[in-house]
Nanobody
Framework: QVQLVESGGGLVQAGDSLRLSCAAN????????MGWFRQAPGKEREFVAS????????RVVDSVKGRFIISRDNTKNTVYLQMNSLKPEDTAVYYC?????????????????WGQGTQVTVSS
């Protein structure tokens, strides 16, 4: 089991950048794939990006491709989401999650551990 704590959210203007961090507490972090999801008010939780245990392979949703970058530092038990050229439609609560089987799946049901979320608000 991995305990996750997100940070780095905030209120920004369209076009700005933010970097989210997700710190993990657990000896198994480096064996987990990590994902970022987001949930806007009244909408379902949606996949944003994922990264495999070694950090070599990533996957991002088309709507953020070219703007968001997922990375990880296994020495710090932390995964990051660099968000550039933010748009108002990126406004949501962002969650990180861990998949102990090392997959790069987009369905949140496959992720067993979740953080509490961090709010990102992008004004126009």
């Amino acid at each position: 089991q991995v305990q996750l704590v997100e940070s780095g959210g905030g209120l920004v203007q369209a076009g700005d950048s933010l970097r989210l961090s997700c710190a993990a507490n657990g000896r198994t972090f480096s064996r987990n794939s990590m994902g970022w999801f987001r949930q806007a008010p009244g909408k379902e939780r949606e996949f944003v990006a994922s990264i495999n245990p070694s950090g070599v392979t990533t996957r991002v949703v088309d709507s953020v491709k070219g703007r968001f970058i997922i990375s990880r530092d296994n020495t710090k038990n932390t995964v990051y989401l660099q968000m550039n050229s933010l748009k108002p439609e990126d406004t949501a609560v962002y969650y990180c999650a861990a998949d102990p089987y090392g997959r790069l799946l987009t369905n949140p049901i496959y992720y067993g551990d979740w953080g509490q979320g961090t709010q990102v608000t992008v004004s126009s």
